[in-house]
């Protein structure tokens, strides 16, 4: 039986080796068959808004079966857990997988949007396994906002890793691994 997958992109281009491709491209690879990995492109992604992205992620969201696994890198991690927190409570997410996920300060207007509520954690719908995967070498998001999702999200699984920069556009052998154990 084959496992699907929804991956929610970062922003910017998506072309190949532009943006999320190179990190969908060897999560294909390490999975292999037994896994379906979608990739659907988000509107706009070059100039992202939250209410379109949502729109999306919620019809993504509604066509994944029960036991399905979710992966978001960069902007897709935090529109993803906005969207997820701002809903009514769906149903148990069996495996949510955050990869260079930014903790957007909502004080600051120009990315407001894209900003969790306080209590975001307590408004997520059941997650059976969060695991949370940050770069040290990262340029784009800093260390500390892995640090801040850490404190919020207290059951999560934290993974400080080395060498993937930002778009962690090689293989990630323990992505792969907390997915498929």
């Known amino acids: 039986m084959v496992r699907d997958i929804l991956f929610a992109h970062s922003a910017g281009p998506q072309g190949p080796h532009e943006g999320s491709h190179d990190l969908v491209a060897h999560l ?19 100039a992202p808004r939250f209410g379109a992205w949502r729109e999306r992620l919620e019809e993504e969201l509604a066509a994944l079966p029960a036991d399905a696994l979710v992966v978001a890198h960069s902007l ?33 207007p120009d990315i407001a949007e894209y900003a ?7 408004r997520l719908p059941p997650i059976r396994r969060l695991v949370l995967y940050h770069s040290r070498d990262d340029a784009e998001v ?35 691994a907390d997915i498929s154990g």
């Open 116 to 122: 969790l509520s306080e209590d975001f954690a307590a």
């Open 142 to 176: 800093p260390l500390a906002h892995l640090a801040r999702y850490a404190r919020a999200l207290p059951g999560a699984v934290v993974r400080e890793l080395d060498g993937y920069g930002h778009l962690f556009d090689k293989p990630c052998p323990e992505l792969v």
């Open 76 to 108: 897709g991690g935090s529109m993803l857990l906005k969207t997820l927190a701002e809903r009514p409570r769906g149903p148990e997410i069996a495996g949510l997988f955050l990869v260079a996920t930014p903790f957007w300060n909502p004080a600051n």
């Open 28 to 46: 294909r690879a390490g999975l292999g068959s037994g896994y379906e990995v979608r990739f659907p492109l988000m509107p706009d992604p070059e």
